[in-house]
């Protein structure tokens, strides 16, 4: 007899998810969980940044708008504390100036908003397969 894994015995990764819009989030969060994921959500980068379980994600989408939310400099502390997972930027700012910071600090991918979901999922898959580093 062939033993068949519940999903319970199948560790799922977990996104860490950073977005301050409560709607996008809440969407994000249930879509993300429906493909397979665990999820870890956020409204702001101080409250990822306080929760010792930031270290079992798999991934990192993190919001950035450069009034509010800087998920630029929450990648760099989060490199600076080991933490080397694939990062997703997603933003509002079309400048190349951010495009530039982000590569520079180390984002896989960078996503304007607005952006189709089948998008940031296929990212997700991607980065999640390949692991750190």
Do not use: N
Request: charged residues 20%; hydrophobic residues 45%.
């Amino acid at each position: 007899m062939t033993h068949r894994p519940t999903d319970l015995q199948i560790p799922r990764a977990v996104i860490l998810l950073v977005e301050s819009d409560t709607g996008l989030r809440r969407a994000l969060h249930l879509l993300l969980m429906a493909r397979g994921y665990g999820v870890k959500a956020y409204a702001e980068e101080t409250r990822l940044l306080a929760d010792p379980m930031t270290e079992e994600g798999a991934c990192l989408i993190a919001e950035h708008r450069p009034v509010h939310v800087d998920g630029i400099d929450l990648l760099h502390q989060l490199r600076a504390a080991g933490w080397q997972h694939p990062v997703i930027l997603t933003t509002t700012d079309h400048s190349a100036e951010t495009e530039l910071c982000a590569r520079g600090a180390g984002c896989a991918h960078i996503l304007h908003k607005p952006f189709a979901h089948h998008l940031l999922f296929g990212l997700v898959d991607r980065v999640v397969a390949r692991g750190p580093g």
